[in-house]
């Protein structure tokens, strides 16, 4: 396929054409030149006002359902909500059914994932079907082809069990994600603990569950000389640790969500059911911390934790709804609406450059004979997000009929193009 992309402002802080306006011819899935004007035949033509491009976008912790509950995702309809929000390559938690914690679970998706127009990366259990109790099959699942090790939307509780898990991934450079959450404090609790849940009613998790599982994560971390990646941070002393964790130099990286950014613990006066989340979402306070944290790059990158769930785990009273919301259609959008005015580059940063870094994929480059794994978008465009602009199985978003500013315009990968309409 030929494509020629028009007049586009190139966000790549490792291109030459950084911060030019630019025409891009792609042929075969190559970037075959950029010049100020390209004058070829193209079987498709990118142009749109305001037009910026960008390496293509990562996200580092989604569930596509599949295998065992595709009724609420499958691979299929997951991949196209990934393109539809300009994301190339996805990381998927390996909370399915069955639990992908052996080899034969990561060449599924594998396997699988070749026909995608989305490049899956798996992410394979810590411990046997995510229980907790015994470590599961790492080094066969990395040969297979898994990314990272997490045991997903269930958190490692046994101290004893992730120092195992840190030592035995040094021996071929592995991640651990871990979703820092002590369930033994108040396991009852269906939000931030604080002046709203008591307002509301409802019972309250404390900030303190997610905090002391990190500063302990990060002591087996310095003890292990190993690598941890905390997903799903929300809290300002959680930030605090991390911060002062860099700085000692020790191998951890951590990740915010687009709704912990956007939203916080006020917004569930409405008991919406698609914002029970975990971790919940916390104060006015811990939300202005994430976003000082992010443009301070103590948050390295973006995590979706796109989580369907199909309608009747959400028409539901807000103490029986599941946990999880969708998100990767909207992610870039609601970061973007969330915090105005941020330079560009700083969304390339935590969406692309960083996450390859952080789990070992080969950096992307926007010049001439490089591989086309593009995003095109418009940072400044409005529009209100609707049940037709949601490509998810499910539709569980917090976001219907809202005005979000931002919006991608196109995807490139695998010498295929996906123009949003």
């Given amino acids: 396929m030929k494509i020629l992309i028009r007049q586009a402002r190139i966000v790549d802080p490792n291109s030459p054409h950084n911060g030019l306006v630019k025409d891009l011819f792609i042929e075969n899935g190559f970037i075959q030149s950029i010049d100020d004007r390209i004058e070829k035949e193209a079987d498709k033509i990118v142009e749109a006002d305001n037009l910026h491009l960008s390496p293509g976008w990562m996200d580092v912790f989604a569930n596509f359902a599949d295998p065992g509950y595709e009724f609420k995702e499958t691979l299929e309809t997951g991949a ?10 996805v990381m998927l938690i390996p909370n399915t059914q069955p639990i992908v914690h052996n080899k034969s679970g990561i060449e599924y998706l594998v396997q699988k994932g070749r026909s995608l127009p989305v490049n899956v990366h798996p992410i394979g259990a810590v411990t046997k079907n995510t229980k907790g109790d015994e470590l599961a099959e790492m080094y066969d699942m990395k040969a297979s082809g898994a990314i990272a090790f997490s045991d997903g939307t269930q958190s490692i509780q046994s101290a004893g069990l992730l120092l195992k898990a840190l030592q035995y991934i040094k021996t071929f450079k592995g991640v651990v994600i871990q979703l820092p959450d002590d369930q033994s404090i108040n396991p009852q609790g269906l939000m ?17 569950s997610e905090e002391i599982v990190i500063d302990r994560d990060i002591k087996l971390t310095r003890y292990t000389d190993s690598r941890i990646h905390f997903t799903g941070v929300s809290s300002e002393r959680s930030l605090e640790y991390i911060k002062k964790a860099k700085k000692a130099g020790l191998n951890v990286s ?11 613990d006020e917004d569930l ?7 029970k989340l975990n ?28 989580l369907p769930q199909e309608r009747d785990s959400k028409l539901v009273e807000f103490e029986y709804a599941k946990y999880g919301t969708i998100g990767l259609e909207t992610a870039f959008a609601v970061i973007n609406t969330a915090m105005p005015g941020e330079n560009p580059e700083t969304w390339v940063r935590i969406l692309s450059l960083n996450p390859r870094k952080i789990f070992g994929l080969p950096d992307l480059l926007i010049a001439a004979s490089q591989p086309a794994c593009l995003t095109a978008f418009d940072p ?5 997000v609707e049940l037709k602009d949601i490509k998810s199985r499910s539709k569980n978003s917090p976001y219907l009929q809202k005005t979000l500013t931002g919006k ?5 990968n695998k010498n295929q193009l996906f123009i949003n309409q």
Avoid at 269 to 275: F, G, I
Avoid at 408 to 412: E, F, H
């Fill in 408 to 412: 991608v315009v196109a995807t490139i």
């Fill in 279 to 306: 971790p919940p979402l916390r104060t006015k306070k811990d939300r202005e911390a994430l976003q000082k944290a992010l443009r301070d790059s103590v948050i390295d990158c973006i995590a979706t934790h796109h």
């Fill in 80 to 89: 196209m909500a990934a393109l539809h929000g300009g994301y190339t390559d």
């Fill in 192 to 208: 931030n603990e604080g002046i709203i849940s008591t307002q509301l009613g409802l019972p309250g998790k404390p900030a303190m």
């Fill in 254 to 264: 951590c990740s915010v969500t687009p709704n912990h950014l956007f939203f916080c």
């Fill in 380 to 384: 400044q465009k409005n529009w209100v």
């Fill in 269 to 275: 006066e409405t008991y919406d059911s698609n914002l």
